[in-house]
T-cell receptor
Framework: KAGVTQTPRYLIKTRGQQVTLSCSPISGHRSVSWYQQTPGQGLQFLFEYFSETQRNKGNFPGRFSGRQFSNSRSEMNVSTLELGDSALYLC?????????????FGSGTRLTVV | DQQVKQNSPSLSVQEGRISILNCDYTNSMFDYFLWYKKYPAEGPTFLISISSIKDKNEDGRFTVFLNKSAKHLSLHIVPSQPGDSAVYFCAATDGGAQKLVFGQGTRLTINP
């Protein structure tokens, strides 16, 4: 079955702009999580959506937001971009059911803010 | 505050030998631990996991050991192969958190 698809793969934006990233999970998976990877902070949890509802949120400012659609596809939005937002943004797909479940990651979107 | 730590940023091992990657955690609520492998320009790939009710889990060349009293886990790769060269991330979660807390990663290089 198809893996996790993230679009676009690469993005260059100017400080102050906003950006929307997209993630299509594995078919049948209802949970989508977002992570930010930077050299300094490593991989950090942004938020998780399950059946169109945000279930958990990490410690990021309100400029970072997300949503999930009825087909489980998810988008994350970053408004008023700052240079420090340059990172690899990873989406992880899972069933979201049960106590422990596997996460399958997409290849990520590399965002560069100039 | 970094709840999951991988203190070795890099590790170099001879092909065929054992690679041992280490991870420490501070949050006693963590009860499920995972190892991921990551190549450049790709997302992390799941390798192996272990529940806190176990102290060892094996999958082929990969074995994860968990020492709950020391809040320490390790990943053993035997024998190491050139294709194992990648960045390895340790991650932890608790039952209801729906999120993974990652370590900073260890870059493993397997030398021929």
């Amino acid at each position: 079955k198809a893996g996790v698809t993230q679009t676009p793969r690469y993005l260059i934006k100017t400080r102050g702009q906003q950006v929307t990233l997209s993630c299509s999970p594995i078919s049948g998976h209802r949970s989508v999580s977002w992570y930010q990877q930077t050299p300094g902070q490593g991989l950090q949890f942004l938020f998780e959506y399950f059946s169109e509802t945000q279930r958990n949120k990490g410690n990021f400012p309100g400029r970072f937001s997300g949503r999930q659609f009825s087909n489980s596809r998810s988008e994350m939005n970053v408004s008023t971009l700052e240079l420090g937002d340059s990172a690899l943004y990873l989406c992880a797909s899972s069933s979201g059911v049960g106590t422990y479940y596997g996460y399958t990651f997409g290849s990520g979107t590399r965002l560069t803010v100039v | 505050d970094q709840q999951v730590k991988q203190n070795s940023p890099s590790l170099s091992v001879q092909e065929g030998r054992i690679s041992i990657l280490n991870c420490d955690y501070t949050n006693s609520m963590f009860d499920y631990f995972l190892w991921y492998k990551k190549y450049p320009a790709e997302g992390p790939t799941f390798l192996i996991s272990i529940s806190s009710i176990k102290d060892k889990n094996e999958d082929g060349r990969f074995t994860v050991f968990l020492n709950k009293s020391a809040k320490h886990l390790s990943l053993h790769i035997v024998p190491s192969q050139p294709g194992d060269s990648a960045v390895y991330f340790c991650a932890a979660t608790d039952g209801g958190a729906q999120k993974l807390v990652f370590g900073q990663g260890t870059r493993l290089t397997i030398n021929p």
